[in-house]
């Protein structure tokens, strides 16, 4: 292979360290005397390759052991009209009862917001008490408008901020729903320029044709001097906005459903007199437009007679659930580092190659060896912001979490300094673990999978499944040793689905002992997993692990002397997130041997 160097810093840095190194030859001790050189061979020998195959099984989860969020969104008119439509509250009391039989379920979330002529927020809460305190407007006083365009603007908002902050993994398995309640039109309507008939001012609300400035806190989506404002396209503009982002921030379900509020004429005249119009009581007009909402929301349109029981439970409230499928697998020999002279060991598992780290004074066999708990190769990666690896009071802030808590590799200090997530493996989602980019000079916040950082024709993220280097140009007949990956599906049942695979072609290298743990020569092997929900694309979904351990001390000994190793059941991947307190590695005795398991998984990817 050929280095191309485009910085110093990162796994650039050590592929450029590589490339002053000296070929290294395994397996033979040369030894210079007087004499001169001599070699002795046994006549019998048996000559081994350095490859590896791992042949297995896996079944993805079903999809009753998993329960998706809910987040519940109820955004109700609290305009003055209502005290006239629903003086007895039952809106509020049917949402009340709803809400404590959701409560009940662990996995539902509930926001309020109430709107007139402003809009007040009640973030999602798992507590609905705190949810039912927003539902009636403070005081007990509403507002003096309808302002169905300023309520779908903050809905908008509340909703984006929720779904970043949520972030991918937790986005794509939760389901939105989205409950708008009015008990009329949107008042006030106002048509674009100042000269448009109306009286100047506009004698109810003020707002339509007036120069004056208008608070922020009221009538939040209003612009400009005469706006259109609460436009019925307006209106089915915001909507629209509001499914979109449910597509952009790849969700599992978004609706949106409306609700118009409503009761007999002479029962609202018998509190209220003849002042219904005024408030925008007027069913004809706001049931289409209800109704249009909802169907751009691929929601549910309901009218709902405040005078008789109301039930708001006829929703799908259910969580998301599905059955689990493969979605990517890959094996990388945490025991060897590819490099322009090959393979080269890596006894510690830590990314840096033992001739790097001997050539900079490092301990071989720890992956920390200054025992700050931060990595040598993150030390040595991002030395120019502060760090030593030989040096403990560098950086100077002592790491004082060094729990791995999603099993990526990563502990919560050099998770904090990565600005990566510390609780799922994968922070930006590219199907990669945070450790492995690491390893590799990746950028673990980023999805760069696609891009060919080498520029030799092949992504990066196919480089680290190839068992090649992602930042070192491989030349062809370098490819030609790629790991080849076959995976056939087997169905157990409706519910699971089950996997036969074979890794072929792993490369080991001759790692030195890891006191306590290993024996000279042995490479770990991790294997990494991915499943994603059936039909929720763009689901993070969940990873499982497993390792496995085979020894090779070059061309005289090699076991499995068979270079396969199988079969590695179900039973033997953990997830990831528990594999640093209930994972291991499986040694050879750990697993029966098949002696004839051929590579023949329906083709090579």
């Given at each position: 292979?050929?280095g191309?160097?485009?910085n110093?810093t990162?796994?650039r ?9 000296l070929?290294?030859?395994?397996g ?16 019998n020998?048996t000559y ?12 993805a989860s079903?999809?009753d052991e ?22 007895g509250?039952n809106?509020?009391t049917?949402?009340?009862e709803?809400g404590?039989?959701?409560?009940a ?7 309020v ?5 402003w809009?007040r927020?009640?973030?999602f809460?798992?507590?609905w ?13 509403g507002?003096?408008?309808?302002d169905?365009?300023?309520a ?5 908002t509340?909703?984006?901020q929720d779904?970043i902050a ?8 939760t389901?939105y ?7 009329g039109v949107p ?16 004698s109810?609300?003020?707002?339509c044709n ?8 009221v ?16 209106i089915?503009?915001k909507?629209?906005?509001i ?7 790849g969700v599992?379900?978004l609706t ?27 069913r ?7 109704q ?8 549910t349109?309901?009218?709902?007679n405040?005078s008789?029981?109301?039930?708001f439970?006829d ?6 659930k599905?059955?689990y ?6 094996a990388v ?5 590819p ?6 060991a890596?006894?510690d598992?830590d990314?840096l ?6 050539a900079?004074?490092?301990?071989r066999q720890?992956?920390d060896?200054?025992?700050?708990n931060?990595s ?9 912001q502060?760090f030593?690896?030989?040096n403990p ?6 790491c004082?979490d060094a ?11 050099e998770?904090?300094f ?6 799922f493996p994968d922070t930006d989602?590219?199907g ?5 980019e690491?390893?590799?000079?990746l950028?673990p916040?980023v ?5 060919d950082?080498?520029?030799?024709g ?6 680290v ?19 080849f ?5 087997t169905?157990?049942s ?7 695979y ?6 080991l ?12 020569g042995t ?8 499943e ?5 694309a763009g689901?993070?979904?969940q ?9 090779y ?7 499995p002397?068979?270079g396969e190793i199988s079969?590695l059941?179900?039973?033997q991947?953990v997830?990831?997130?528990e594999?640093?307190?209930d994972?291991r ?6 697993l029966?041997r ?12």
């Amino acid at each position: 292979m050929t280095g191309v160097k485009k910085n110093d810093t990162g796994a650039r840095g050590i592929a450029a360290a590589m490339a002053l190194l000296l070929p290294v030859v395994f397996g033979v001790c040369i030894q210079c005397t007087d004499a001169g050189l001599k070699l002795n061979f046994e006549e019998n020998i048996t000559y081994y390759d350095n490859k590896m195959d791992v042949i297995g099984e896996f079944c993805a989860s079903p999809a009753d052991e998993l329960a998706f969020p809910v987040k519940l969104l109820i955004v109700i008119d609290q305009s003055a009209s209502l005290q006239c439509t629903d003086p007895g509250n039952n809106r509020l009391t049917a949402l009340n009862e709803a809400g404590q039989e959701l409560d009940a379920l662990p996995n539902v979330e509930f926001g309020v917001i109430g709107f007139a002529s402003w809009s007040r927020i009640t973030n999602f809460t798992t507590d609905w008490s705190a949810a039912a305190a927003a539902l009636a407007p403070q005081g007990g006083q509403g507002g003096p408008a309808t302002d169905y365009q300023g309520a779908l603007s903050v809905v908008l908002t509340m909703l984006e901020q929720d779904m970043i902050a949520a972030g991918p993994a937790m986005r794509a398995r939760t389901r939105y729903v989205v409950l708008f309640l009015s008990d009329g039109v949107p008042e006030p309507r106002c048509t674009f320029g100042c000269d448009d008939g109306n009286q100047l001012p506009d004698s109810l609300y003020g707002v339509c044709n007036t120069d004056q400035e208008i608070p922020d806190d009221v009538y939040v989506d209003m612009t400009g001097v005469c706006p259109d404002y609460n436009k019925d396209w307006q209106i089915s503009a915001k909507v629209e906005d509001i499914m979109s982002l449910g597509e952009f921030y790849g969700v599992g379900d978004l609706t949106f459903n409306s609700i118009f509020l409503f009761a007999p004429e002479a029962e609202v005249a018998a509190v209220c007199g003849d002042v219904a119009s005024t408030f925008g009581y007027n069913r004809n007009e706001a049931m289409p437009l209800l109704q249009g909402m909802a169907q751009v929301g691929r929601g549910t349109f309901r009218d709902v007679n405040l005078s008789t029981d109301i039930d708001f439970l006829d929703y799908n409230y259910e969580s998301l659930k599905a059955p689990y499928r493969m979605m990517d697998l890959y094996a990388v020999n945490m025991s060897a580092i590819p490099s322009e002279n090959g393979y080269l060991a890596d006894s510690d598992g830590d990314g840096l190659a033992d001739e790097v780290e001997y050539a900079m004074g490092l301990d071989r066999q720890s992956r920390d060896s200054d025992g700050d708990n931060y990595s040598d190769l993150l030390e040595h990666m991002f030395r120019r912001q502060g760090f030593d690896p030989s040096n403990p009071t560098l950086p100077v802030i002592f790491c004082s979490d060094a729990q791995d808590r999603d099993g990526d590799g990563l502990n919560a200090c050099e998770e904090a300094f990565l600005k990566t997530d510390p609780l799922f493996p994968d922070t930006d989602a590219d199907g990669i673990v945070d450790g492995i980019e690491l390893r590799f000079g990746l950028d673990p916040t980023v999805d760069d999978v696609s891009l060919d950082h080498d520029f030799d024709g092949i992504p990066s993220g196919l480089e680290v499944k190839y068992g090649t280097h992602p930042q070192l140009y491989d030349e062809e007949d370098f490819l030609s040793e790629r790991i080849f990956y076959g995976v056939t599906q087997t169905p157990a049942s409706a519910d699971i689905t089950c996997y036969d695979y074979g890794i072929k072609n792993l490369t080991l290298s001759v790692p030195m002992p890891i006191l306590g743990e290993t024996a000279n020569g042995t490479n770990r092997i991790r294997l990494f997993l991915q499943e994603e929900p059936e039909g929720m694309a763009g689901s993070r979904g969940q990873f499982w692990t497993s390792c496995v351990e085979a020894r090779y001390l070059g061309d005289t000994y090699k076991d499995p002397p068979g270079g396969e190793i199988s079969p590695l059941s179900n039973n033997q991947f953990v997830r990831i997130q528990e594999f640093e307190t209930d994972g291991r590695c499986y040694a050879l005795n750990n697993l029966p041997r098949e002696q004839n398991n051929p590579f023949d998984m329906g083709g090579k990817k």
